[in-house]
């Protein structure tokens, strides 16, 4: 039954639930009887793994060797028992071989490719097969997770003694106070990426995986790195905060779709968590986020009634603000006072003529 249930196409969608649950089983080391008590993998077959496999698919599926769910879960074996590509990419030409099928490396290089990202949530392999505008992580030799344990190391050569990531550092305000964009993302490698000019930034929103990770038996990630992952996104969508869930709620990704739920459970951090030093691996692109969020300058009056980081210039703005309109306002006044003045004299002389 789990062989029949894998042999179906990866093109098909939606996912069954019963297929859904042998792949969580193959990537994470699910088992049917502890399904209930692991974070629901739903948002990420939907928002992620079916159109992952749709894009890898395109033109009838010419680019890639894999086209079952066990022909992915296979690959996924090897990559999850830290198997080199070398030794994946041998071993899947020695099997198109021994079936007496054409042997298409670029194919068979795009299938490991599409593997690796469907695993761990990232645009793995040349630009020509990933999603426009993304960025890539390229992993031509040895195994993912030296590779994942590369590109996602410890970056703490910023200077951020002057900064502080004081509670009203969220997501809302990133938005409706500095004007930043968030660009919501399924692939990891660019959570926390200022794009277009420092005016948006890219948000990994896929919390559930996360969570899926960090329990999993099988997880391609270090522990550290998963957690602080799921902190960063507790720092700027804070559980406790009333304001916070209602906009996320309200959020759609790039796709028109509502965002993974499980951003809303991701928890607080405390005051003393909320602080540069507690963070390795996303570091320098907070320091670098939170720089921007500080010299950003609203552009909208909305943006100058939001912005309270500095009380003095918020309360002078619109002193000011007040002040025009009342001008406004009285000099409105007197000239309809004047032309109604000059309309009734003009009314008197004619009635006198």
Known sequence: MELQVLNASVQGFPIPEQTQNQISAAFWGYTSGDLKERPSAAHYFDAYYSPRCQHFTREGGRHISARTH????????????????????????????????????????TSIDMCASLLAMIECGKQEFV????????????GLRSCLARRFAPQTSLDASSLKLVKAFTGRNLSRVGGIRIKWTNNLVDHLLLT?????????????????????????FGIDFIDETIRTLALLFPQNDRNTKPWLHSQLDSGGA????????????????????????????LVILK????????????????DR???????????????????ITF????????????????KALQSAG
């Open 70 to 109: 066990s022909d992915v879960t296979h690959i996924a074996s090897w990559i999850l028992q830290d198997d080199s590509r070398e030794t994946i990419r041998s071993r899947l030409l020695n099997q198109a071989t021994e079936r007496g099928n054409a042997v298409d490396e670029k194919a068979i290089e």
């Open 331 to 346: 000099g409105l006044i007197q000239s309809i006072e004047g032309a109604l003045q000059v309309y009734l004299s003009y």
């Open 309 to 327: 980081r500095n009380g003095e210039q918020w309360f002078t703005f619109w002193i000011a603000v007040l002040v025009f309109a009342v001008a």
């Open 196 to 220: 277009d000019d420092d005016q948006a930034v890219s948000i990994f929103q896929c919390a559930s995986f996360l969570m899926i990770q960090k329990q999993s038996p099988n997880s391609i």
């Open 258 to 285: 509502p965002l993974d739920t499980a951003l809303t459970k991701c928890g607080s951090l405390r005051a003393e968590e909320r602080r540069f030093e507690c963070f390795s691996f996303w570091r320098d692109r």
């Open 131 to 142: 999603f426009s505008g993304r960025s890539p992580m390229l992993w031509d030799s040895g």
């Open 291 to 306: 720089e921007a969020y500080d010299e950003s300058r609203p552009k909208t009056l909305l943006q100058w009634w939001f």
